[in-house]
């Protein structure tokens, strides 16, 4: 498509009825999607649709189709009013809070990642702002992706909003290059981060004047590790105490936080060749990092997924283990759950290792949760990730060709375990019950190369498992009965109970197997165990074991409890 520029759109409605809002401009037509079809399994638009945006050089023109729509998207509710949209930019000072550098950000992503800077750079940079200028199509094309939903949004004309923002535009340029002529932003390097910090901590503009400063110092850098070498040696270096401390963090935080929000900053911090899931492990402990390491002391699980952090990411997780960067510890959470609620596997080519990660980030994020990211959020995050991993071709790999039955079931159990929502846990019930219920299973407890004692003890392990994976009682029930018949048919064909009650043993200790049986420990509840009670109220009933118990208090004390554990208590 040559003399022609395409870019991605995404537009939501907040509730049915209200107008078209941009949410998302983007080269990648797959992020577009994806965004979109997060959006709505999040519930937070009543309707999203994707756009392709097709830039004509010649006509500088943009021309609009839509690929994609999702929601109620032409449900009109007469009853509910137009929802304002958010005010323009009017001022340069605008476009440095948070909402404008992250839509800048948006907007100049291609341009920001060919100059390896953030959008903080970008406001602060004279040297910056200069080359996009030069570039000529980058802002124009910045403008234009903006300029057309904001129209449509505020019945305005297209043009009127593109004379608008380079109007805007031109006069933060010009207040950045004449306050650079005036020398009024500061030289940190020279001067001392801590002297400028103090000089200006009461002025109007600090966050400004001292953004310059910063993004200065860190120009020189490049990489994203190495701005943010630079970036914690400004924190060292920040007044101790005071006004100024307070000025000069603030102002550090906003460049942080956005090198470790893309996926670029984040990978060069952590580490490179890393899978999802690992590169999550390595997020989790750099911005949980207290919480992640009180958790190591005690689970091995944990332990075995968290990689070591690097040394510069081992400094900034204790700088983020304090309050003065909350915003940043946060925008880090929220990356985190955005990649749990996304479509790509955790550790593609190993299903197991994904439930073990998946597993330990649970507990890490949980038990950091409120200091880094509020519990429910957390909970949906996971929810959503435990639907990935009851698919069919998740199970298929997970399982794979090598297993038993009586492993397939154990690792059923064990996803079922790991997994949260009422819903996924249904559906991992369901899995269990297709391998319990299948021909393969019962054949091959049954006819297995173990003893009867051994097959039966292996049947009561999983009753019990099933029991405590939080499944409902009307999901697990039947899956216990059908272990439970299996059960019997096995102690049936090897007529345990009576073997055991015969046997040329002590009767203490026949009592006590037979009881075992009963109570569940060594055989699923069912057949077998209602024939091991039988043998066993027989047992106990002779005088010579009466005798025997009232000989021996502590083997009474042990029998009582097998009594009423197999509920023959009277």
Same mark, same amino acid.
């Given at each position: 498509?040559?003399?022609?520029?395409?870019?991605?759109?995404?537009?939501?409605?907040?509730?049915?009825?209200?107008?078209?809002?941009?949410?998302?401009?983007?080269?990648?037509?797959?992020?577009?999607?994806?965004?979109?079809?997060d959006?709505?399994?999040?519930?937070?638009?009543?309707?999203?649709?994707?756009?392709?945006?097709?830039?004509?050089?010649?006509?500088?023109?943009?021309?609009?189709?839509?690929?994609?729509?999702?929601?109620?998207?032409?449900?009109?509710?007469?009853?509910?009013?137009?929802?304002?949209?958010?005010p323009?930019?009017?001022?340069?000072?605008?476009?440095?809070?948070?909402?404008?550098?992250?839509?800048?950000?948006?907007?100049?992503?291609?341009?920001?990642?060919?100059?390896?800077?953030?959008?903080?750079?970008?406001?602060?940079?004279?040297?910056?702002?200069?080359?996009?200028?030069?570039?000529?199509?980058d802002?124009?094309?910045?403008?234009?992706?903006?300029?057309?939903?904001?129209?449509?949004?505020?019945?305005m004309?297209?043009h009127?909003?593109?004379?608008?923002?380079?109007?805007?535009?031109?006069?933060?340029?010009?207040?950045?290059?004449?306050?650079?002529?005036?020398?009024?932003?500061?030289?940190v390097?020279?001067?001392?981060?801590?002297?400028?910090?103090?000089?200006?901590?009461?002025?109007?503009?600090?966050?400004?004047?001292?953004?310059?400063?910063?993004?200065?110092?860190?120009?020189?850098?490049?990489?994203?590790?190495?701005?943010?070498?630079?970036?914690?040696?400004?924190?060292?270096?920040?007044?101790?105490?005071g006004?100024?401390?307070?000025?000069?963090?603030?102002?550090?935080?906003?460049?942080?936080?956005?090198?470790?929000?893309?996926?670029?900053?984040?990978?060069?911090?952590?580490?490179?060749?890393r899978?999802l899931?690992?590169?999550?492990?390595?997020?989790?402990?750099l911005?949980?990092?207290?919480?992640?390491e009180?958790?190591?002391?005690?689970?091995?699980?944990?332990?075995?997924?968290?990689?070591?952090?690097?040394?510069?990411?081992?400094?900034?997780?204790?700088?983020?283990?304090?309050?003065?960067?909350?915003?940043?510890?946060?925008?880090?959470?929220?990356?985190?759950?955005?990649e749990?609620?996304?479509?790509?596997?955790?550790?593609?080519?190993?299903?197991?290792r994904?439930?073990?990660?998946?597993?330990?980030?649970a507990?890490?994020?949980?038990?950091?949760?409120?200091?880094?990211?509020?519990?429910?959020?957390?909970?949906?995050a996971?929810?959503?990730r435990?639907?990935?991993?009851?698919?069919?071709?998740?199970?298929?790999?997970y399982?794979?060709?090598?297993?038993?039955?009586?492993?397939?079931?154990?690792?059923?159990?064990?996803?079922?375990?790991?997994?949260?929502?009422?819903?996924?846990?249904?559906?991992?019930?369901?899995?269990?019950?297709?391998?319990?219920?299948?021909?393969?299973?019962?054949?091959?407890?049954?006819?297995?190369?173990?003893?009867?004692?051994?097959?039966?003890?292996?049947?009561?392990?999983?009753?019990?498992?099933?029991?405590?994976c939080?499944?409902?009682?009307?999901?697990?029930?039947?899956?216990q009965?059908k272990?439970?018949?299996?059960?019997?048919?096995?102690?049936?064909?090897?007529?345990?109970? +009576?073997?055991? /009650? *015969? @046997?040329? !043993?002590?009767?203490?200790?026949?009592?006590?197997?037979? #009881?075992?049986?009963?109570?569940? $420990?060594?055989?699923? +509840?069912?057949? /077998? *165990? @209602?024939? !091991?009670?039988?043998?066993?109220?027989?047992?106990?009933? #002779?005088?010579?074991?009466?005798a $025997?118990?009232a000989?021996?208090?502590?083997?009474? @004390?042990?029998?009582?409890?097998?009594?009423?554990?197999?509920?023959m208590?009277?």
């Amino acid at each position: 498509m040559s003399g022609t520029r395409v870019h991605f759109e995404v537009f939501v409605r907040k509730i049915a009825g209200a107008p078209w809002t941009l949410n998302l401009a983007t080269e990648d037509r797959a992020t577009a999607l994806e965004t979109a079809r997060d959006l709505m399994a999040e519930g937070r638009v009543a309707a999203v649709k994707v756009t392709k945006e097709v830039f004509d050089e010649e006509s500088r023109e943009f021309n609009s189709v839509v690929i994609q729509k999702l929601g109620a998207a032409d449900t009109a509710a007469k009853s509910t009013p137009r929802e304002e949209p958010q005010p323009l930019c009017v001022t340069p000072q605008d476009l440095y809070t948070v909402h404008a550098r992250e839509r800048i950000g948006r907007l100049l992503e291609g341009w920001l990642d060919r100059n390896n800077a953030t959008p903080f750079e970008l406001l602060h940079r004279p040297d910056l702002v200069e080359k996009l200028e030069a570039s000529g199509t980058d802002l124009q094309h910045a403008i234009q992706k903006i300029a057309v939903p904001e129209a449509h949004a505020r019945a305005m004309s297209v043009h009127e909003l593109i004379r608008a923002f380079h109007a805007l535009i031109e006069r933060a340029v010009e207040r950045l290059l004449k306050d650079q002529k005036k020398g009024l932003l500061p030289d940190v390097d020279r001067e001392g981060f801590a002297v400028a910090a103090e000089r200006l901590a009461a002025h109007p503009e600090r966050g400004y004047l001292l953004g310059a400063g910063v993004a200065a110092s860190i120009a020189p850098a490049a990489t994203w590790s190495g701005k943010v070498t630079r970036l914690m040696d400004l924190a060292d270096a920040a007044p101790a105490r005071g006004p100024g401390r307070n000025a000069a963090l603030d102002v550090i935080q906003q460049p942080l936080s956005e090198i470790l929000e893309t996926k670029s900053g984040m990978t060069d911090v952590t580490g490179r060749g890393r899978d999802l899931g690992a590169t999550l492990a390595a997020m989790t402990r750099l911005a949980a990092f207290e919480a992640v390491e009180r958790l190591i002391l005690v689970e091995k699980s944990v332990q075995k997924v968290m990689p070591e952090l690097s040394p510069l990411a081992l400094r900034l997780a204790k700088w983020l283990s304090g309050e003065q960067f909350k915003e940043t510890r946060a925008a880090i959470g929220r990356r985190i759950l955005r990649e749990l609620t996304g479509p790509r596997r955790l550790c593609p080519g190993d299903a197991e290792r994904e439930i073990d990660v998946l597993r330990a980030l649970a507990m890490s994020l949980t038990a950091a949760a409120g200091n880094l990211l509020p519990l429910e959020d957390v909970q949906a995050a996971f929810a959503a990730r435990s639907r990935m991993l009851v698919t069919g071709d998740f199970v298929e790999a997970y399982l794979g060709q090598e297993r038993t039955s009586f492993e397939e079931v154990e690792a059923l159990i064990w996803l079922t375990e790991n997994i949260i929502g009422a819903a996924n846990k249904r559906q991992a019930a369901g899995w269990v019950k297709a391998v319990v219920n299948s021909l393969k299973f019962e054949k091959e407890l049954t006819d297995g190369h173990e003893s009867p004692g051994e097959r039966l003890s292996k049947l009561a392990g999983l009753s019990r498992a099933v029991a405590r994976c939080g499944l409902v009682t009307e999901d697990y029930q039947p899956i216990q009965e059908k272990l439970g018949v299996i059960g019997g048919e096995v102690e049936g064909r090897a007529r345990l109970s +009576q073997s055991l /009650a *015969a @046997a040329n !043993a002590p009767l203490i200790q026949r009592l006590t197997l037979l #009881l075992k049986l009963a109570a569940g $420990e060594s055989a699923p +509840q069912g057949p /077998a *165990a @209602a024939r !091991a009670r039988s043998e066993a109220l027989k047992l106990f009933k #002779l005088d010579a074991t009466r005798a $025997e118990l009232a000989a021996s208090p502590t083997q009474m @004390a042990q029998v009582r409890e097998l009594i009423q554990a197999a509920g023959m208590a009277a």
